[in-house]
């Protein structure tokens, strides 16, 4: 029988059934190839992250002299790094970086000795990048975990940003405290129970037992206010600080005077706890332009001093100094009800342990009068 067929310029279509392929199976044959295809989708799954790597390209990397291991709450100012590269490893020389420091958070039982630092905000500035990094110095005042938000701009405005969390230990010495604290308690508990536990407690010890409890729960608080005093060495600039209290951050702005505004130089940025004798904030050389400005709160209420000293173009020195005190906060009395109620909590589990072992002892020496 003579079959009928349809030329193609590259294959030959029979005209036999159509349920079955008469496709050739060489690579020349028909419309789109298996291997056409294969590359089509492989080209597309190799463009669409294409666009997120781009955006992602700015790597933040945060570091610590000392390292975190080593930090402790009002110990030393620690020297903290964001380096900022790219993917392949090369330094990014221009842009910005802003930067938000957060205290850790209220802890579920015990605070810390500042209640009203804990969640807030502690710092927000914004730094230039030179040498592919930022960097600052800061005393840790609380334990606990901390947070930082970076937004970073780069020269050609590409924005990237990382959020950093770290942990800063309590010093062991207060955890050895608290632990003798606690021990010493119990102990006063236990021989207070044996000593008020007889066969016939009256009345008056039981008031006095319940009298010396009270006064373990008595607890004040000391409070103390603000003044401010400026000395500036030269006319070149003015410093400038917002009313600082305990909770809040206080806005530290400083610019330079009309007759020198347009002039660029480096500015060095101190804070200083004047009892303590220690750097509670620090920026070296850092460049500016007419003005610099941050947020910064103040975590206890002492005397600072903050200093700025700025090298403008020219050779011309400028140095201003500021003294603040800041407004201390009294805490709430709730504040006191968790460890108060702990430590108490321990004295009570004490006086149970002494009345106990006092009565459990009073049965057999009763016996032993019997049998003798």
Known sequence: MRRDSLRFPSCKLSSGPRHASQFSPSLSCGPLSLSYIAGFFFLI???LPCPHLEAQETVLQLQTVPPLA????????????????????????????????????????????FPFVEGSQLLDIRLPIQQGKVQWQYLFAIRGQYQIETETVNANSKKSGKVFRFTVREHEKKWIFLGLLTLGLFLLGFFAGRLFTGAKLNGKANNALGFSLLLL??????????????????????????????????????????????????????????????TAFAVNKIPVVNEFSMEFQFTDGDEYRVEAIADINGGELSRSEKTVSVISIEPLPSAAISPIGFFLGVICVGLWAGRWSRRAAAPSRATFHIEG
């Open 217 to 278: 729960g008595l607890i004040f608080w000391n409070g103390r206010t603000t003044a401010q005093e400026n000395k500036t060495e030269k006319d070149l600039a003015r410093l400038e600080i917002d009313a600082a209290t305990v909770g809040r951050p206080a806005r530290i702005r400083w610019s330079l005077i009309d007759s020198a505004v347009g002039k660029a130089g480096h500015l060095t940025l101190k804070i200083v706890h004047l009892e303590k004798g220690k």
């Open 70 to 113: 080593q930090v402790r709450p009002f110990s030393k100012a620690v020297t903290m790094i964001v380096l900022v590269t790219r993917r392949d490893g090369t330094l990014i020389e221009n842009g910005w970086i802003q930067l938000r420091l957060d205290a850790p958070r209220p802890g579920r039982f015990f605070s810390t000795d």
């Open 45 to 47: 799954s190799f463009l």
